[in-house]
């Protein structure tokens, strides 16, 4: 069974300063993970996916394996992040998404 | 190319109608997957379709159905419906029928049932 945990409804934080969105999954396969943003007004769209190991928008993340995590971070925030985040696992036709962290940068 | 085209974007209907949804993937694409996503969730897989056939179906009842046609546009059927099935129906496309590369979503139908 795929099941993709986000323990955080809510997170806000300042200007400059660093986040870290946390991700927990659940697979037995190998796993494709994403993450996807929803920008307010806006369609959710894929942000990064782990296989292509690079930073979007400063953001950056790295799976474990052993711990069954994929966090994401960014070192300084902007207000510009403010936004919905899903964690996504891919799977043989479906993705399984968590239950999004709703981020909030402020000045 | 527009992306993800769903229709209507808004929609209210009553408990025990039918209802139907509607996506037209980007130019190309050959998979595309429904979505329901209630309030403060993240979305749920329904269907996905690949090549105009069924290749995978959430736990969803059989009031739900869809369909690809030849052009890869699809329907999202719902009948029977109830209260709880008030959601943002996702459609989202993507070039394989194995997940692991980018979905591309719509803006989404919201159906309201009364």
């Known amino acids: 069974a795929q099941r993709v945990t986000q323990p955080e409804k809510l997170l806000s934080v300042f200007k400059g300063a660093p986040v870290e969105l946390k991700c927990n999954y659940s697979y037995s396969g190998s796993p494709e993970l994403f993450w996807y943003v929803q920008y307010s007004r806006q369609r959710l769209q894929l942000l990064l996916r782990h296989i292509s190991r690079e930073s979007i928008k400063g953001f950056t993340a790295d799976l474990n394996k052993g711990e069954t995590s994929f966090h994401l971070k960014k070192p300084f925030a902007q207000e510009e992040d403010s936004a919905m985040y899903y964690c996504a696992l891919g799977g043989d036709y479906k993705l399984s998404f968590g239950a999004g962290t709703t981020v909030t940068v402020r000045a | 190319d527009a992306g993800v085209t769903q229709s209507p974007t808004h929609l209210i209907k009553t408990r025990g109608q039918h209802v139907t949804l509607r996506c037209s993937p980007i130019s190309g694409h050959k998979s595309v997957s429904w979505y329901q996503q209630v309030l403060g969730q993240g979305p749920q897989f329904i269907f996905q379709y690949y090549e105009k056939e069924e290749r995978g179906r959430g736990n969803f009842p059989d009031r739900f159905s869809a369909r690809q046609f030849p052009n890869y546009s699809s329907e999202l059927n719902v009948n029977a419906l109830l209260l709880g099935d008030s959601a943002l129906y996702l459609c989202?496309?993507?070039?394989?029928?194995?997940?692991?590369?980018?979905?591309?979503f719509g803006q989404g139908t919201r159906l309201t049932v009364v």
């Open positions: 989202a496309s993507s070039w394989e029928r194995i997940m692991n590369t980018e979905a591309f």
